[in-house]
C-alpha cells in the first residue's frame, strides 16, 4: 500500500475527484482501490493498495485501508476501484464496509474501467448513466491546476519504480570499479598502523564526506562515481547514516540526492540510501515515492531496521507531521523525537 498527504487541489465532483488521484499518487493507477480522505471539505489524505487476487479475501486488506485512513483523522471518505468490474467491485464493497465499521461517511464509490467511471451509490440516468461517463483526467481543469503548481503524475507505478532503478550498462561498469576503488582506499583508512581499526577515521571520512555531498547537490552539482562509491560505502556505518538521516528532510534536493546515490551504488550498499530517500520522500508526501525506495531496499536486505521502521510508518499511515523534529539522534543507532522516544534503528 503507498499513501501520501496530498497537495491542495479544488475537487467539486467526481470528475474532478478522478482527475485529481493521479497527482495525489503521484502516477495513474491501475488494478488499484484508491481511498481519498476528507476532514471538512478538504482533502487531507490518499491511499492505494492493489486489487486483491481473485482468489484473495478482500476484507482483511480493505480493514488495513480503513484503519489506515481513519488514522488521519479524517471524517468521510471517497473510494475508487481501479480495473474490470469483477475485480474492482469486491475490492470497492469490502473497504466501502471496512470504512462504515470505522466510523467515516461515505462521500461516494466509484469505478474506473476503459475510459468510463461508474458511481456504486447514484441511480440517476442523467448523471450517471448504465454506460457510464467518459473519464479523461488529461483534459480537466484539475490537471492544467495540477501541472501549473509544478505536480507531476506519472503514466504508471512502473514509471515510479523506474526512477530508483539501478544503472546499467556502462554506468553499471564503472560504478563498480568506483566502488573497488572506495573499498581499497577504506582499507587503508581503516588499518593505517599495521592492522589495528580505527572506525573513528572512517566516521570522521563519512560525515565529511555527507556535507560535501549537500553542498555539491545545494549548488546544483552531481557527484561523480568516485564520490557516490565513497559515500555509499562510508554509509553502512551507521554513524555516518545517522549524519545523513538528521540533515535530510522533504526537500527536492535531499530527494535527488538520495534518488542519484541509490541508483548508481552497488546493491549490497543501497539500504542506507534507499532509507533516506525513503524518508526525505515521505516528509514531503510522497507516499508512493517512499515506498518503491523501501521495496528496493528490503528486496536487497530484508532485515535493516531503518528501512522496516519507515515501511512500517508507510502501512500504518503516520502523517509526517505527527512526528515533527524527527529524528533526532543521540549514541549511534539510538533515534529519538522531541515528541517521545523512538526504538532504536539500525
Keep these: 500500500m503507498a499513501s501520501t498527504e496530498p497537495p491542495r487541489l479544488a475537487v467539486r465532483s467526481p470528475a474532478d475527484l478522478l482527475a485529481a488521484v493521479p497527482y495525489l499518487l503521484g502516477f495513474h493507477p491501475a488494478d488499484s482501490v484508491v481511498v481519498v480522505a476528507m476532514r471538512g471539505r478538504r482533502v487531507v489524505f490518499a491511499a492505494r493498495a492493489d486489487l486483491p487476487a481473485p ?35 469486491p475490492a470497492v464493497d469490502a473497504v466501502r464496509g471496512a470504512l462504515g465499521e470505522a466510523g467515516l461517511v461515505l462521500l461516494d464509490a466509484l469505478r474506473v474501467t476503459d475510459g468510463r467511471w461508474w458511481s456504486y451509490l447514484c441511480a440517476e440516468a442523467g448523471c450517471c448513466p448504465p454506460e457510464g461517463r467518459p473519464y479523461n483526467p488529461g483534459t480537466s ?89 565513497w559515500l555509499s560505502l562510508l554509509l553502512t556505518r551507521i ?28 546493491p549490497d550498499l543501497i539500504a542506507a540510501p534507499a532509507s533516506l530517500l525513503a524518508f526525505a520522500a515521505w516528509r514531503a508526501g510522497q507516499g508512493a515515492l517512499a515506498a518503491v525506495a523501501l521495496e528496493r531496499a528490503l528486496a536487497e536486505h530484508p532485515d535493516y531496521s531503518l528501512a522496516l521502521l519507515l515501511d512500517d510508518l508507510l502501512r500504518r499511515g503516520v502523517p509526517p507531521s ?11 543507532g539510538v533515534v529519538r523525537s522531541r515528541k517521545r522516544r523512538r526504538r532504536p534503528a539500525r
Excluded at 480503513?66 to 469483477?86: E, F, K, S
Excluded at 505527527?322 to 549514541?331: A, I, Q, R, T, Y
Aim: no cysteine; aromatic share 4%.
Design 239 to 266: 554513524q555516518v547514516r545517522d549524519h545523513a538521516w538528521e540533515r535530510t528532510d522533504g526537500r527536492d534536493r535531499d530527494i535527488a540526492l538520495w534518488t542519484d546515490v541509490l541508483r548508481r551504488a552497488e
Design 322 to 332: 505527527e512526528l515533527d523534529g524527527w529524528p533526532l539522534v543521540g549514541p549511534p
Design 141 to 229: 481543469e484539475i490537471s492544467a491546476s495540477a501541472v501549473y503548481a509544478g505536480q507531476v503524475a506519472l503514466p504508471d507505478r512502473g514509471a515510479l519504480v523506474a526512477q530508483v532503478a539501478p544503472v546499467d550498462g556502462p554506468a553499471r561498469v564503472a560504478m563498480r570499479r568506483a566502488t573497488e576503488v572506495a573499498e581499497q582506499r577504506l582499507a587503508r583508512l581503516l588499518a593505517p598502523t599495521g592492522g589495528l581499526l580505527d572506525e573513528g577515521r572512517a566516521g570522521t571520512a563519512g560525515v565529511a564526506a555527507v556535507r560535501e555531498a549537500m553542498r555539491r547537490q545545494r549548488r546544483g552539482e552531481r557527484l561523480s562515481d568516485d564520490e557516490v562509491a
Design 55 to 89: 482468489a484473495e479475501d478482500p476484507v482483511g486488506p480493505a480493514r488495513h485501508l480503513a484503519n489506515v485512513v481513519q488514522r488521519q483523522r479524517a471524517d468521510a471518505a471517497t473510494v475508487v476501484g481501479y480495473g474490470p468490474v469483477d475485480r474492482a467491485t
